[in-house]
């Protein structure tokens, strides 16, 4: 395993650009868990939010419990197969890559003001996506609408329709090719 990587995938000697998830410790229905983009890194000590961070999302805990276990064994899936090592989502400050932390604002986005019952077909659409388009969905929407207060507009909402309300099913598919004359109308 490589030494230097704190949560997921974050190694602060390659890159200070993260995301950084706080989780209260404790269980209160009323709690907020808060997404914020940071281009620091303090190895003295503890993570102090700064004026310079950039909240982009808070959201319910009840919220954050159905999409928590999917998104790690996802990034950890990952992480695995570059040899890094696993994180977990845990209270306190959990600092995440730059591309899983983008991947992950993807589907926060989509489903911050969607009805919870919504979020398995969010789950799946998510996981349908490579990261590369999930990385494409997060830079057209951070770039219009990136900040906490930018949750009903734009590319956000976009997200929302996109990730909850395409129904999805859970047959197995494969893409064809444009050459692939099996399995198409005739």
Known sequence: MKRGFIGFGFHPEESENHFYVEIPA????????SVYERFH???????????????????????????????????????????????????????????????LMVLLWGIENNDPSGIPTALRNWLGLQPEERWWLYTITNASTGTVN??????????????????VDDRPYRQLSLSDTTGGDD
């Open 41 to 103: 890194w303090d190895a003295e000590g503890e993570q102090k939010i700064l004026q310079r961070d950039v909240l982009k999302l808070e959201i319910s805990r009840h919220k954050w419990s159905k999409i928590a276990e999917t998104v790690a064994n996802e990034f950890n899936s990952r992480l695995k197969q570059d040899k890094k090592p696993v994180g977990r989502f845990a209270p306190g400050g959990i600092p995440v890559d730059k591309l899983l932390g983008k991947e």
């Open 150 to 167: 930018d949750s009903k507009r734009g590319w956000r909402v976009a997200l929302r329709y996109a990730l909850c309300e395409n129904p």
């Open 26 to 33: 404790g269980r209160s229905g009323e709690d907020r868990i």
